[in-house]
C-alpha cells in the first residue's frame, strides 16, 4: 500500500504563487509515475503534470505549462507542484497520484493508470 498526504493548497490573487506537496509513504518502491490532478465543480478531472519516479522524465498538460513545475524529492519522499502566474481559472481540488506503470506520452493524463490517490487540497485564484 502507497499513502498520499498533499499540503500546501489556499486561497491567492491571480498572478500569485503556491506550492503543493504530496507525502508518499508506503511501498514507495512500486510508485513509478507520479502526478498531480485537479478537478473544478462540474469539469472533468483534468492531468496537470507527472514525472516518472526513476526516469525523471516530466510532462505537463498545456494549459499549465510555463507556469507550473513539477518535482520530486526522493530523500523526503515528496511531490511537489510549484504553481506560478496563477489564474482563476486554475481554481480546483489537486490531487496526488502513484501508479504503478512507467509514466508514456499520451497516457500519463489517463487517471485510470494510478493506483493510489491523496485526498485532495483545495486551490482558489481570485481575479
Known amino acids: 500500500q502507497v499513502q498520499l498526504v498533499e499540503s500546501g493548497g489556499g486561497s491567492v490573487q491571480a498572478g500569485g504563487s503556491l506550492r503543493l506537496s504530496c507525502a508518499v509513504s508506503?511501498?514507495?518502491?512500486?510508485?513509478?509515475?507520479m502526478a498531480w490532478f485537479r478537478q473544478a465543480p462540474g469539469k472533468e478531472r483534468e492531468g496537470v503534470a507527472a514525472?516518472?519516479?526513476?526516469?525523471?522524465?516530466?510532462y505537463y498538460a498545456d494549459s499549465v505549462k510555463g507556469r507550473f513545475t513539477i518535482s520530486q524529492d526522493t530523500a523526503k519522499n515528496t511531490l511537489y507542484l510549484q504553481m506560478n502566474s496563477l489564474k482563476p481559472e486554475d481554481t480546483a481540488m489537486y490531487y496526488c497520484?502513484?501508479?504503478?506503470?512507467?509514466?508514456?506520452?499520451?497516457?500519463?493524463?489517463?487517471?485510470?493508470?494510478?493506483?493510489?490517490w491523496g485526498q485532495g487540497t483545495q486551490v482558489t485564484v481570485s481575479s
Open positions: 497520484a502513484a501508479g504503478t506503470q512507467f509514466c508514456r506520452a499520451g497516457y500519463w493524463n489517463d487517471g485510470g493508470r494510478y493506483n493510489y
Open positions: 508506503g511501498y514507495t518502491y512500486s510508485t513509478l509515475c
Open positions: 514525472r516518472g519516479r526513476g526516469t525523471g522524465i516530466i
